[in-house]
């Protein structure tokens, strides 16, 4: 399984970005799903998650400013970024989650090469 997220780019403090990430059927319809981030010089971190139910969880920092959905007709997991802040510049990635703790990255597969969210000051 490799997933392969999309839709970053430079955005000015405050604005908006929605990311994508499409997945296989099989894989999409069976896996909760989730959404890292890593900073320069820093470790990936949790962002949120998904489940196959609809449930959500985020991150503290990212309450209130970010929502994870996913379309099942499409096989596609979004994360819809608003009030974006400096802070959170860092190359995001999507992956799939089997089984453990959401916050922990072991308990993800499908990496792929994430894409780079830039929030200017």
């Known amino acids: 399984v490799q997933l392969q997220a999309s839709g970053g780019g430079l955005v000015q403090a405050g604005g908006s970005l929605r990311l994508s990430c499409a997945a296989s059927r099989r894989t999409f319809s069976n896996y909760d799903m989730g959404w890292f981030r890593q900073a320069p010089e820093k470790e990936r971190e949790f962002v949120a998650v998904?489940?196959?139910?609809?449930?959500?969880y985020y991150t503290d920092s990212v309450k209130g400013r970010f929502t994870i959905s996913r379309d099942n007709a499409k096989n596609t997991v979004y994360l819809q970024m608003n009030s974006l802040k400096p802070e959170d510049t860092a190359v995001y990635y999507c992956a799939v989650f089997m089984g453990g703790r959401y916050f922990d990255t072991a308990n993800y597969v499908g990496w792929g090469q994430g894409t780079l969210v830039t929030v200017s000051s």
């Open positions: 998904v489940t196959l139910n609809g449930i959500r």
